[in-house]
T-cell receptor, first 113, second 114 residues
Framework: DAGVTQSPTHLIKTRGQQVTLRCSPKSGHDTVSWYQQALGQGPQFIFQYYEEEERQRGNFPDRFSGHQFPNYSSELNVNALLLGDSALYLC????????????FGQGTRLTVV | DQQVKQNSPSLSVQEGRISILNCDYTNSMFDYFLWYKKYPAEGPTFLISISSIKDKNEDGRFTVFLNKSAKHLSLHIVPSQPGDSAVYFCAAPYPTGANSKLTFGKGITLSVRP
């Protein structure tokens, strides 16, 4: 079992550009959540996808958008990048039943210059 | 407004001794809590959880205690090992259910000295 995999692991973008991050959930998981972890902070919830729809959203601007595909994989898109978007972006997958914990990928380190 | 607070950013303990990591929360609707451990260049990994119907949950060397009236929980690691050196996050899902969005604290960096 490969667990949650994210790509790329590192990325450098210029302010104003757009970026797409990708996530494959753990086998058997149908729910994907995205988190942003700034330096010295805990992960902050961006949004969650289930059945290809955004189910919950945190306090992030519309520049942050996502998608979930029929195979449960997911993308996070960020438009008009700001320097403050530099962070570790974490994908977490889980099963939409019961009280199960989320499994995290290793993250994508995004640097905006 | 930080609903989950880990006020001590770091903790250093001697190998073999007890590590106690504290976490406070402000949202009285939280009724399930998780601890995650994070090594550098890796994602957080689930460690242990506790439901509000309990005041204690044990898993090997790890025990989590919950004091609902004080809105406080703590993670005890006994005995501490050098491999336990990592960042520990306290988190709470809301609405109820571990599949809900997680609210994390800022984390505590634990260093276990050999």
């Amino acid at each position: 079992d490969a667990g949650v995999t994210q790509s790329p692991t590192h990325l450098i973008k210029t302010r104003g550009q757009q970026v797409t991050l990708r996530c494959s959930p753990k086998s058997g998981h149908d729910t994907v959540s995205w988190y942003q972890q700034a330096l010295g902070q805990g992960p902050q919830f961006i949004f969650q996808y289930y059945e290809e729809e955004e189910r919950q959203r945190g306090n992030f601007p519309d520049r942050f958008s996502g998608h979930q595909f029929p195979n449960y994989s997911s993308e996070l898109n960020v438009n008009a990048l700001l320097l403050g978007d530099s962070a570790l972006y974490l994908c977490a997958s889980s099963v939409d039943r019961g009280n199960t914990e989320a499994f995290f990928g290793q993250g994508t380190r995004l640097t905006v210059v | 407004d930080q609903q989950v607070k880990q006020n001590s950013p770091s903790l250093s303990v001697q190998e073999g001794r007890i590590s106690i990591l504290n976490c406070d929360y402000t949202n009285s609707m939280f009724d399930y809590f998780l601890w995650y451990k994070k090594y550098p260049a890796e994602g957080p990994t689930f460690l242990i959880s506790i439901s509000s119907i309990k005041d204690k949950n044990e898993d090997g060397r790890f025990t989590v205690f919950l004091n609902k009236s004080a809105k406080h929980l703590s993670l005890h690691i006994v005995p501490s090992q050098p491999g336990d050196s990592a960042v520990y996050f306290c988190a709470a899902p809301y609405p109820t259910g571990a599949n809900s969005k997680l609210t994390f604290g800022k984390g505590i960096t634990l260093s276990v000295r050999p």
